[in-house]
């Protein structure tokens, strides 16, 4: 199970930082990924992290102001965001990957948690 918290209000130029929790997995894992899905667009790929956190991935939309990690003795992935925009406003969500390859593309991966509202006043 995903859990993502951490969303919430903020302003323009502000910081927040997103969690993914995953509890109850059993099985190995790929890479653990952020997406965001702004009203009335398609879900997008903001971040990748792999399980050993060797490898981080970003969009170029948010390269430089984002930052993913993972904690795994805690199972925890976490995203801080920097330098917020008004067009970073959007829901996010965590996701998992269980094999290798397309990391940026949603339909990689298996299985997602629900997700969590940022909004960014300008």
């Known amino acids: 199970q995903l859990q993502a918290s951490g969303g919430g209000l903020v302003q323009a130029g502000g910081s927040l930082r997103l969690s993914c929790a995953d509890s109850?997995?059993?099985?190995?894992?790929?890479?653990t990924g952020w997406f965001r899905q702004a009203p009335g667009k398609e879900r997008e790929f903001v971040a990748a992290?792999?399980?050993?956190?060797?490898?981080?991935y970003y969009s170029d939309s948010v390269k430089g102001r984002f930052t993913i990690s993972r904690d795994n003795a805690k199972n925890t992935v976490y995203l801080q965001m920097n330098s917020l925009k008004p067009e970073d406003t959007a829901v996010y969500y965590c996701a998992i990957k269980i094999l290798d390859g397309n990391i940026w593309s949603r339909d990689a991966y298996n299985y997602w948690g629900q997700g969590t509202l940022v909004t960014v006043s300008s």
């Open positions: 992290i792999t399980w050993y956190g060797i490898s981080t």
């Open positions: 109850g997995r059993t099985f190995s894992i790929y890479a």
